[in-house]
């Protein structure tokens, strides 16, 4: 994994990158392991900073904390600037939510509580235009290079291009995990180990046995259907036993957790 990710890193850096080329979605097609935070920073010189230490991809979440949809596109600019790909997780599994979070100029989005095949099909087509969905069609936006193209191969490329990432959440998604998987155009399959934790009545112990049993047959049997799967990881060791059990989308840990750990850290080993 680490050679593949170098390589990938000295070759975007400064390479000046445009919105959305699909880059993300190339890799996950390909097998390959990608890895990248939440961010609830509304902050562009984070989303750089992130993107320059070597992240694939960042997930901006307006579903948990303060980011509204013109810090989201902020940070949209900022990460493409340095080649990491931007993911909006919306706050629910809406139509109008997922269509701002992809006009905008995001390389996909993120739904959360995709309990049954019906909430899977909704979140698709939502995401897709058709002939796959029915998202609101806009070519004046920043998705669409602003008209400067006038539209041309626009849809297409966006149905080919935009990830769409969907959470399984609960004990619900999980038993219905085998028809959600029937749905075409989700491309990563998301197990929240938090909410999951909560739905088997153990909030917060992600690493219980009992937790870990159900993320592992879930990524399994996902995996044996040829999907992609992706999950959160609070630290490294935890990101490591995912990467494990066949994980390909790791997000791992937050932006400001992230920072006050290192600053913590500084603290400590100063001795002040």
Request: glycine fraction near 12%; charged fraction near 25%; hydrophobic fraction near 40%.
């Amino acid at each position: 994994m680490a050679h593949i990710r170098d390589g990938h890193l000295k070759e975007r850096i400064g390479a000046g990158f445009v919105p959305n080329e699909g880059r993300l979605k190339k890799r996950l097609k390909a097998g390959e392991v990608v890895v990248g935070p939440f961010c609830i920073i509304p902050s562009m010189a984070m989303v750089e900073a992130l993107g320059r230490g070597g992240m694939d991809f960042l997930i901006i979440d307006t579903e948990h904390g303060p980011i509204d949809m013109q810090s989201a596109q902020d940070m949209c600019i900022a990460a493409d600037n340095v080649g990491v790909a931007p993911i909006v997780r919306v706050g629910e599994n809406h139509e109008s939510l997922i269509l701002r979070a992809l006009d905008i100029g995001s390389a996909g989005v993120q739904i959360p509580q995709i309990n049954t095949v019906d909430d899977a099909r909704s979140a698709v087509r939502a995401a897709k235009y058709d002939p796959i969905g029915e998202r609101g069609l806009s070519i004046f936006t920043r998705a669409g290079d602003y008209f400067e193209h006038e539209g041309e191969g626009f849809i297409e490329k966006q149905n080919d291009d935009t990830v769409v990432v969907v959470h399984i959440e609960g004990q619900r998604g999980l038993d219905n995990l085998d028809e959600i998987m029937t749905v075409d155009g989700i491309d990563v399959l998301f197990l929240g180990p938090y909410d999951i934790s909560q739905s088997l009545g153990m909030p917060g112990q992600v690493r219980d046995k009992k937790v870990e049993d159900a993320i592992r047959k879930a990524a399994a049997d996902a995996r044996a259907q040829g999907r992609a799967v992706g999950s959160y990881a609070k630290d490294v060791d935890m990101g490591k036993w995912l990467l494990d059990i066949g994980v390909q989308y790791l997000s791992i840990n937050v932006d400001a957790t992230i920072y006050m750990q290192a600053c913590r850290s500084i603290v400590e080993r100063l001795g002040a």
